[in-house]
């Protein structure tokens, strides 16, 4: 999924729309303003942070729209082994300006073991008991002269690395490991936030293993729940409403009370879909030219589309409900060059006679020679391809803020801040 960098890319959910049932209660909820303090969002080490991430807190701040954000700066890479990503003077940079303007600082960790690593170390007690203890001393001691005022948990490999078929083990464990890690920040007085994917469709969909919420939200303070990379594979939005509406529907079913401790994952990006809109693409295409899917950042998007002749509209459902999000598509080109394909052989034709039996001494085994293979041969081809893109802009994240705040929600959680417009905040502060 786009909500993390390159080796994590593949943590996409790529689902079909149609599967969706919408329940009733959300969708029917009136939108309300966004509250002050209701926004907040993960700063990624690989954009620029000490440019793009200060530059979002900063114009956040101004507003008034966000006091708590989360680096994303660490990756667990054993039971006591906890390494900064990036670059130190980047996150030092990132939670300066956080402090400095008041915020509170929960940097993520994700886990950077590899398959099945982490599971071993949450189920032997001496181990997870290790990597507990590892992390709150992270938190007390933070970066420089900075504490943390908690963590953020991103532990994605049970979902997307280790196979559903382990899911049924590793959930107890999940369970003791936030549990023992709840009590233990709290008794310092410091703050767990959870990360993780979401669950929806009255629980039959999703990523079950981090549930049930009812037994994480009594131990975290916060539950952000990445409900973004609905699209992944083929071109449709990032973060559909009727799914958004969906996710939040089981919330408030299973965690009637907890609900204000849940935190709706907005993405600020979309994606670039290369299409072959007819004809066959020779098997080299003139440099720049790909069939590749890319990530569009909401900022940037205006400017793709402008630069193509292309008109920027809302995103439809099939059932023509609008899906919070928008959409613009141009004409890459007609390519025409050799490709190699294989000649189809021609019908075998019998012989007008056949003998019944060849006599051994008829054949000679030292003249047999393989069978004679097609060569391939290069023809030309041509091909259109077209560009499709899907993106949120600001109007559906604050589209999607206010919803989560009209569901009782604690807000939203934005992936990832640097690639929203600047004029985003305003916007949010607006309702």
Known sequence: MQRRPAFVVALALSLAIATVTVPSPVASAPLVAVRAGSVT???????????????????????GTMTEVMPFFYSATGASD????????????????????????????????????????????????????????LVLTGVDDIA????????????????????????????????????KLHAQGKLLSIT????????????TVYGPWNQVTPYADRLRLMVYDWSVSAPGPTAPMSWVRNVIAYVQKTIPADVGKVWLGVPA???????????????????????????????NAPALAASHGATITDAKAANGSSEGESTFSWVVGTYTGPKSVTPTPGPYVPPPTVANQIPGSAA??????????????????????????????????????????????????????????????PALAAG
């Not at 969002?41 to 507003?63: E, H, L, Q, R």
């Not at 980047?90 to 509170?104: E, K, S």
């Not at 994700?110 to 001496?126: F, R, W, Y």
């Not at 993780?196 to 990523?207: A, E, L, N, T």
């Open 41 to 63: 969002g993960w700063v990624p080490y690989f954009n620029g942070p000490k440019t793009n991430g200060v530059n979002s807190i900063d114009a956040a701040a101004a507003t």
């Open 82 to 137: 906890i390494r900064t990503v990036g670059t130190a003077d980047d996150l030092l940079a990132v939670t300066r300006a956080a402090r400095a303007r008041g915020m509170r600082i929960l940097p993520s960790i994700t886990d950077g073991t590899g398959q099945l690593v982490m599971q071993g170390i949450l189920a032997d007690p001496a181990t997870r008991t290790q990597h507990v203890d590892r992390i709150v001393a």
């Open 148 to 183: 943390y005022d908690g963590i953020d948990i991103d532990y994605e490999g049970f979902a997307f690395t280790d196979g559903r078929a382990t899911w049924p083990q590793t959930q107890p464990l999940w369970l003791a490991f936030v549990k023992a890690l709840g009590e």
């Open 196 to 207: 993780v994917p979401p669950i929806w469709d009255d629980g039959r969909s999703g990523y």
């Open 269 to 299: 990006y979309g994606r670039s879909w290369a299409k072959v809109t007819s004809g066959e693409c020779p098997a080299l295409l003139p440099t720049g030219v790909a069939l590749s899917t890319t990530t569009v950042q909401t900022r």
């Open 364 to 425: 000679d085994t030292n003249g047999l020679a393989p069978a004679v293979r097609l060569k391939p041969v290069a023809v030309n081809v041509t091909c259109t391809i077209s560009r499709i893109v899907h993106v949120p802009d600001n109007a559906s994240i604050v589209l999607r803020a206010q919803t989560a705040q009209a569901a009782g929600l604690g807000g939203i959680a934005i992936w990832a801040l640097g690639y929203e417009p600047p004029e985003l905040w």
